[in-house]
């Protein structure tokens, strides 16, 4: 009996093993025998082999994505741009009466990059003027909203699926704090809505503050 070691083993795993070698295990072949020992230490080899490969591929994964985040954002982005228009209903507060609005808002889009510009008009006369612009990254979204106080409130979030989920920090205490919840969010080709939802400090319970359904 002929216990065969590692180095043999390991020759007749390369891509082209050395012919005496083979030569060797074919006219030996009645006679040969693989010891525990080597069995082990093949099987740890090709473990270590395996956890390399997949070392590497989790490192070029992480040095492409960064550039390839943005490039999927963009083809979603530039669905969101045109011109849109419609109605929702707003509160002044958590309690208040709903007022119901119309609105017109023009958005634009680049890979990385969504800026909206338009109004809302509620009450018959008072009307508003908001904004937003966005940046989108591998680090999710960022940016800035500007909604009737005319001061600038920052946003950061992410997209799932069609929607862009943002947290909003108000630029002053509103409903008991300057936190909230918005949503952009793409239904089908032609309709788009925009919900803002607080948190109600006396029941603890979310509200729905704000919810425009537009269309173009």
Known sequence: MIFLGTNVISETLKKEPDRNVIAWLVHHDAEIALPTVTIAEI???QIIAMRTFLASALIAATIFWPSLAPA??????RMLAGSWSGRG???T???????????NLAIEAVTTALSMQGNCRGLLVVRRNISANLQASDRGYRGTYVGPSGQPSTLAGNRRGNAINLGVRWARVTNGDRAANMTIERIGNDRLRLQTVDNDPASGKSVVTSR????R
């Not at 999927?72 to 982005?77: S, T, V």
């Not at 425009?212 to 269309?215: A, M, R, T």
């Open 212 to 215: 425009i359904d537009l269309s």
């Open 43 to 45: 099987a740890s080899r």
């Open 93 to 103: 507060r958590i309690g208040a009466r709903p007022i119901n609005i119309t609105c």
């Open 72 to 77: 999927a954002e963009g083809d979603f982005l």
């Open 89 to 91: 209903t707003v509160l």
